[in-house]
């Protein structure tokens, strides 16, 4: 016996490309420019609009949107894009927006993502893989969120922001700053509070790195340096050390200072 993958309630556009195997629950609405690859599960009362496309072997729960406008007043019905990767956990209640072509014009959600319920993804934000976010975190427009990154559970970071790889935030963070990889931020607004030691063990990194890391922490953070001072120590560390290389790159591509 054939087994539906459609709901018989939900609606797919006629022009919008589906995987063979891709499911659809009830009530669920895709429009006409989608893209949807294998393995693929909508569940019931989701909308997936715009210029989308979704990779292979998500899981999308119910009362999602994916691919509206932009809550940008300059928005236009410009052809902007939604490009959502693969073996992505989408809870309930998220949103992502398409992009705007004041900026890179795509909205990016990369691959092994954990994103929890009623997590505002809005306009050119880019999230990159194997992170996690948390209940009602949300990013305004143009964030970036590198590998392995957690966001507590409401953490709001503002426009323009970036969140280096293996960063933790705590619940309720506000974050007006970027945060530079490794560290734990907290507060209103953030502030470090050390490195994400805990983290950094269970994705293997040896005491050696953890070491070494804590070491840049105190760099950046202890020596009472200015941050063109601490950048210039940074990059003498990194000639040794290749997890270091991660973070002086990171703070070279800073725009809007970091958290301190």
Not at 9 to 17: H, Y
Not at 49 to 65: A, L, P, R, V
Request: neutral net charge.
């Amino acid at each position: 016996m054939s087994v539906i993958k459609i709901h018989p309630t939900a609606f797919v556009d006629s022009k919008a490309q589906l995987a063979p195997d891709v499911e659809v629950g009830p009530y669920s609405i895709i429009g006409p420019n989608v893209q949807i690859d294998s393995g693929t599960k909508i569940g019931p009362h989701v909308v997936v609009s715009g210029y989308t496309s979704i990779g292979k072997n998500n899981q999308i729960f119910q009362f999602s949107s994916l691919g509206a406008a932009p809550q940008d007043k300059k928005y236009n019905n410009e052809p902007t894009k939604l490009e959502i990767g693969d073996n992505n956990t989408i809870r309930e209640f998220c949103t992502f927006n398409l992009g705007t072509v004041q900026d890179k014009g795509t909205t990016v959600i990369g691959n092994n993502n954990w994103i929890m319920a009623y997590v505002h993804v809005a306009h050119d934000c880019y999230i990159a893989n194997n992170t996690i976010l948390a209940n009602n975190s949300s990013l305004a427009g143009h964030v970036d969120i590198h590998d392995y990154a957690i966001l507590g559970g409401f953490t709001l970071i503002h426009q323009f922001c970036k969140v280096g790889s293996h960063v933790i935030t705590a619940v309720g963070s506000v974050v007006f700053k970027d945060i530079p990889p490794y560290v734990t931020a907290a507060g209103y607004d953030a502030k470090p509070h050390g490195i994400n030691s805990e983290g950094l063990k269970r994705r293997g990194f040896t005491p050696e790195n953890i070491t070494t890391i804590k070491r840049a922490y105190k760099t950046l953070y202890r020596q009472s340096l200015t941050l063109e001072e601490a950048k210039t120590a940074l990059a003498s560390q990194a000639l040794d050390h290749q997890e270091l290389k991660v973070m002086f790159d990171f703070l070279s591509l800073s725009t809007r200072g970091i958290v301190r």
